[in-house]
């Protein structure tokens, strides 16, 4: 079945420092790919997506694009904040799944 | 931006009480979802509904049971709130059709019972 798989965090970063979350994933068929993004204290909300091959999602300087030959779809951010810190889930949406799959989730923590 | 809301934020309660969480959207949006999110931060799915009066198990298998009446509105209920129901609570509600459907989801309802 489909799944995601997400590196394991904590994640500490420096302010200004680069950023990369690892994301593979396994599907039958044609999936499109999301970021969703929890902050403290709140609900998920979507970061980017791509819906196809070689497509780069991008919001809030985030990007990730969907490589279909290595199933991946890495967050890459040039220089991170503190407000940044927050939680990163992977996600994925295929034909004929009732709903999301998400990953297992990252957490980002950025210090000044 | 979203517009689904969930009450309550907290709620601590005893064993064997009964309690409903409440989730409302005003988006119009067909399919609701509920999912458990567990200290490590991973989520489930427990059930989902495509439309009034259609409501299904997810991935996860729970003791709560939902109910879906109206379009706006999606509520949880645990009949006998038991310690492992400790968790947090996420409704969700999609705009669209699988695979581009994005999901918005409401701030949560973090349940304690002792």
């Known amino acids: 079945g489909d799944s995601v798989t997400q590196m394991e965090g904590p994640v500490t970063l420096s302010e200004e420092a680069f950023l990369t979350i690892n994301c593979t994933y396994t599907a039958t068929g044609y999936p499109s790919l999301f970021w969703y993004v929890q902050y403290p204290g709140e609900g998920l909300q979507l970061l980017l997506k791509a819906t196809k091959a070689d497509d780069k999602g991008s919001n809030k300087g985030f990007e990730a694009t969907y490589r279909k030959e290595t199933t991946s779809f890495h967050l890459e951010k040039g220089s991170v904040q503190v407000s940044d810190s927050a939680v990163y889930f992977c996600?994925?949406?295929?034909?004929?799944?009732?709903?999301?799959?998400f990953g297992s989730g990252t957490r980002l923590q950025v210090q000044p | 931006e979203a517009d689904i809301y969930q009450t309550p934020r907290y709620l601590v309660i005893g064993t064997g009480k009964k309690i409903t969480l409440e989730c409302s959207q005003t988006?119009?949006?067909?399919?609701m979802y509920w999912y458990q999110q567990d200290p490590g931060m991973e989520l489930h799915l427990i059930h989902y509904s495509y439309g009034v009066n259609s409501t299904e198990k997810g991935d996860l298998s729970s003791e709560s049971t939902v109910s879906r009446i109206r379009t706006e509105h999606f509520p949880l209920t645990l009949e006998s709130a038991r310690p492992s129901h400790t968790s947090q609570y996420l409704c969700?509600?999609?705009?669209?059709?699988?695979?581009?459907?994005?999901?918005?989801f409401g701030s949560g309802t973090q349940l304690s019972v002792l």
């Open positions: 969700a509600s999609s705009d669209g059709s699988v695979p581009n459907e994005k999901l918005f």
């Open positions: 988006m119009g949006h067909d399919k």
């Open positions: 996600a994925l949406s295929d034909w004929g799944r009732r709903a999301l799959t």
